[in-house]
């Protein structure tokens, strides 16, 4: 059944629970883009830590366990911040757009989704990086699906490569890939698959890529995901695009 199919996550779900003091529920959603999610918006009025998978994955066990160990990293740090874009920097990805060929109602509909998407990204892959190294160093018993996750991650990532210059603006860009390139070398440090960096190694991605993996991994365990993601701003030169707001 494929309730048992994430046995493997079972300490890592035993211990979101014993931090927030609310039941593990995970659920299955075949309409998912992404592999997982955890509603963290429901928390507060749900009084349970839903966690949407879609079954048709094979990498369900590591999916669960990262999902609680996001859990775990949300209650230990107790931050209230959105990231936000930068008053003027929408308009201004608006024009960018717009001088890339795009009509003006166009240029709206892609400015959103992109930036959306880029901030999105930014919040989320340096402490995805934490997480996977942290999952793999304190529990083996999901290596073997870690690598298999990991793997498919970083085989879709390569898709970014492939993105026409020539339809989105530069920094845009250049930013998912970078990150995307992050991923791909933490990967290659932790599960000594030195192949999976290659393609973006290619393309000229090392440095920045280097960096970035170690703007996370010279912090400490307990460094803030706010903290992780702001050294990410100065280094990919995102600081006029991307800000933090209270909530």
């Given at each position: ?71 775990i ?70 290596r ?23 339809k ?23 599960l ?6 290659e ?24 460094t ?18 991307f ?5």
């Open positions: 059944m494929i309730e048992n199919n994430y046995k493997q996550a079972a300490r890592l779900i035993q211990a979101a629970e014993t931090i927030s003091k609310l039941p593990v529920r995970v659920s299955w959603d075949d309409t998912l883009q992404v592999g997982a999610k955890l509603h963290l918006s429901e928390i507060e009025w749900a009084k349970q830590l839903r966690i949407s998978v879609n079954p048709k994955r094979q990498d369900i066990p590591y999916l669960v366990a990262s999902q609680c160990a996001v859990a990293r949300f209650f230990q740090q107790q931050e209230e911040k959105q990231l936000i874009s930068v008053k003027g920097s929408r308009e201004k990805t608006v024009n960018e757009y717009i001088e890339l060929g795009y009509s003006p109602e166009e240029a709206e509909i892609m400015a959103q989704k992109t930036v959306s998407g880029i901030g999105d990204q930014l919040r989320g892959m340096p402490s995805q990086i934490v997480v996977t190294t942290w999952l793999y160093r304190d529990y083996p018993e999901l073997e699906n870690q690598l298999l996750h990991c793997t498919r991650e970083v085989e879709t990532s390569y898709a970014s490569l492939t993105m026409p210059k020539a989105f603006p530069q920094w845009l860009l250049i930013s998912h890939q970078a990150m995307n390139g992050a991923f791909a070398l933490a990967t290659d440090y932790l000594e698959r030195n192949d999976l960096f393609p973006f190694k290619k393309e000229g991605f090392e440095t920045i890529c280097t960096g970035l993996v170690g703007d996370v991994i010279s912090g400490k365990p307990d803030p995901d706010t903290d992780l993601v702001d050294k990410w701003l100065k280094r990919l030169e995102l600081t006029d695009r800000e933090w707001k209270a909530l």
